[in-house]
């Protein structure tokens, strides 16, 4: 908590700080107790705090629609039916809008990005001490809320959106044709020696475009909501610098708050529709 | 901000969710969806079929109430030609039996007529004779001048 001991870079940095569990420097399995160790963890560690709340999430967005599906009908839909019913003739609009060939997979993809990110960047709306405060109860030092502030989770998302991408391109193309693309656009020639000379350099442009999706895919949510949990961390801090300043943070946590519920829905559409668009990139010759 | 171990945990999931939902929401979701699509589309088009129909019977409808109409001063026109024929008939009746009232009033009359000439010619003779007497009295016997008185009156 902020009133503690904490200083206020302190105080952030803890709440940066995911719940890591790896091997720690004496080679026992454990949780890391400060950021430090965190880091020192490596790559053979988890975050199990971003773990449990994409699960959670996803599992409460799965179940939800999952009920829906069980108890489908086609007479006068109920409440939870028609809810599910909006946001998947929302997701299939847009797959038809976006995507010209035929996929029975992008449009479940679409759905289960837009849904389950929009409900990771939801967790950003919970006020920032307050989850933690209660994992702390139980003895939990460290506890981000927001999976899609882990960089972890968007590139998660984005690799998985990726090697879609590199797969169906494959198919769809061809290696022969998948290669084609990275090496002959976008400079041509009808001289074969030109030509030749052509492909390192389309093959850097090509590489680097390609590369590009998924890292902007990735990094353009977790900036969006890594920016915006900052702020409310910030705004937080407001609340132990006396009374006007603390009511002061309150009107501004509240307007954060309510900006912020378009920005999580406008990420979370973002990049169901880039996925969707990348998606039919790699189906179409171009 | 470390990159490890839960890239993966986060890509695995997610793989799991998108085939979950492939799998047990968007292919039965999008089923019921287009069913209802379809249902409404015969539902409409059932309606359009209906109406169709409607204007069908309606023409039916029309048709039939001509016929009968047409029907009907058929009917009438016959009723009238038969009612003019019985009054032609009830008239040829009539005339027919006022000529055979007439035919035997004639007939009577006739009769009538031969009985008083009769009668006049008896009267006649009579008369004829008793004037005859009442001159011959003094010159003729009327026994003697029957047959002559008897000629004279049957030429009358």
Redesign the interface.
């Known amino acids: 908590m902020a009133g503690d001991t904490l200083t206020s870079s302190e105080y952030i940095k803890h709440h940066l700080t995911?719940l890591?569990f790896?091997q720690k420097a004496d080679g026992s399995l454990g949780i890391a107790d400060t950021a430090a160790e965190?880091?020192q963890?490596?790559?053979?560690?988890?975050?199990v705090d971003?773990?449990f709340w994409?699960?959670l999430l996803?599992g409460i967005?799965?179940y939800y629609?999952?009920k829906?599906?069980?108890t489908?009908?086609?007479?006068v839909p109920g409440g939870l039916q028609n809810f599910?019913?909006w946001i998947?003739?929302f997701i299939?609009e847009s797959v038809r809008g976006s995507f010209t060939s035929k996929n029975?997979?992008v449009?479940?993809?679409a759905?289960?990005i837009f849904v389950?990110v929009f409900l990771m960047n939801l967790m950003d709306l919970v006020p920032v001490d307050v989850i933690p405060l209660l994992a702390g109860w139980f003895g939990i030092h460290f506890m981000k809320v927001v999976?899609s502030t882990?960089?972890?989770?968007t590139?998660?998302?984005a690799?998985?959106v990726f090697s879609l991408m590199i797969f169906y391109s494959i198919k769809v193309k061809g290696l022969k044709g998948f290669m084609g693309e990275l090496t002959f656009m976008p400079f041509q020639s009808k001289n074969l020696v030109v030509q030749v000379l052509f492909i390192p350099i389309n093959f850097l442009l090509e590489f680097v475009s390609l590369i590009a999706k998924p890292v902007s895919l990735a990094l353009r949510l977790f900036g969006n909501m890594y920016a915006g949990e900052m702020i409310f961390i910030l705004i937080a801090i407001m609340y132990n610098a006396g009374l006007v300043l603390g009511l002061f943070g309150g009107v501004l946590q509240l307007g954060w708050a309510i900006f912020h519920i378009l920005i999580i829905t406008l990420q979370a559409f973002i990049f169901m529709t880039l996925a969707i668009v990348y998606m039919d990139m790699a189906h179409n010759e171009h | 901000?470390?990159?490890?171990?839960?890239?993966?945990?986060?890509?695995v999931?997610?793989?799991v969710?998108?085939w979950?939902?492939?799998k047990?929401?968007?292919?039965?979701?999008?089923?019921?969806?287009e069913?209802?699509r379809n249902?409404i589309a015969d539902s409409l088009s059932a309606a359009e079929k209906g109406k169709h129909d409607e204007v069908l019977a309606k023409q039916h409808a029309k048709k039939i109430l001509l016929e009968a109409k047409n029907q009907a001063s058929e009917i009438k026109a016959q009723g009238e030609k038969r009612a003019s024929e019985i009054v032609d008939e009830a008239k040829n009746e009539a005339y027919a039996e006022g000529e055979r009232l007439l035919t035997a009033a004639r007939a009577e009359i006739d009769q009538e007529v031969s009985r008083a000439r009769e009668q006049l010619r008896e009267q006649v003779a009579t008369l004829a004779i008793s004037g005859a007497e009442r001159i011959l009295q003094r010159e003729i016997d009327a026994a003697a001048h029957k047959d002559v008185v008897d000629s004279v009156a049957n030429q009358i």
């Open positions: 995911n890591t790896g965190a880091a963890m490596g790559f053979w560690a988890i975050h971003t773990m994409s699960l996803g967005f799965l629609f999952k829906a599906a069980d489908v009908t086609t007479g599910c019913e998947i003739e299939d029975v997979l449009a479940p993809l759905l289960t389950w999976p882990d960089l972890n989770a590139f998660g998302l690799i998985g | 901000m470390n990159i490890n171990l839960t890239l993966f945990g986060q890509l999931s997610f793989g969710f998108v979950f939902t492939l047990y929401i968007w292919t039965p979701m999008m089923g019921a969806l069913e209802r249902g």
